[in-house]
């Protein structure tokens, strides 16, 4: 089941974000950083942290907030799930919760960036698969070799195909 992470979540999301294998130690300073801000602020952080929880485990979690200067535009900056659970919809129930979340804001538009390295393909056809298209390349972005991918999703009125 999908709801806002709680301050007892941190510990459990930070530990999934070391487990799915993907993210480098880099980006697991970064989730943390960034539910350290939500703890602290909540919304006004710019972030909101959903978990899926099953049995009292976390076993995925998202984070998302508006993209700044932009007319109901939002990030999904991270989405996870537990390598040990994939394939049981909690990545879709997790994004579904976060375009639920946007649509509540008046969201038009949900961005997200991903690596183009060949160990990020099933998170590029995981977001096709739940209706995010891909929109724009941005070459050796995060380093020589490893492009930035932008997949889009326009979520009702006020956009165009």
């Known amino acids: 089941m999908v709801s806002l992470a709680t301050e007892d979540d941190g510990g459990a999301i930070v ?3 070391e487990a799915v294998g993907n993210f480098t130690p880099e980006e ?4 943390d950083e960034l539910w350290r801000a939500y703890r602290a ?5 710019g972030y909101t942290f959903l978990v899926y929880r099953a049995k009292g485990r976390v076993l995925g979690f998202a984070c998302y907030g ?5 007319e109901g535009v ?3 900056y991270w989405l996870a799930t537990a390598p040990q659970a994939r394939g049981r919809g909690i990545g879709r129930a997790l994004v579904e919760a976060v375009e639920q979340g946007v649509r509540a804001r008046g969201g038009r538009l949900v961005l997200v ?6 160990e990020y393909e099933p998170a590029r056809r995981f977001y096709e698969r ?3 298209r891909y929109e724009a390349v941005i070459h050796d ?3 020589p070799g490893d492009d930035l991918l932008i997949f889009v999703k326009r979520l009702g009125p006020g956009t165009s195909e």
């Open 15 to 17: 530990a999934l974000a």
């Open 28 to 31: 697991v300073a970064c989730v």
């Open 41 to 45: 602020q909540g919304e006004a952080s």
């Open 66 to 70: 508006p993209h700044s200067l932009a």
């Open 74 to 76: 939002f990030d999904l």
């Open 113 to 118: 960036e991903t690596s183009g390295m060949p």
């Open 130 to 132: 739940v209706g995010y």
């Open 141 to 143: 972005f995060y380093h």
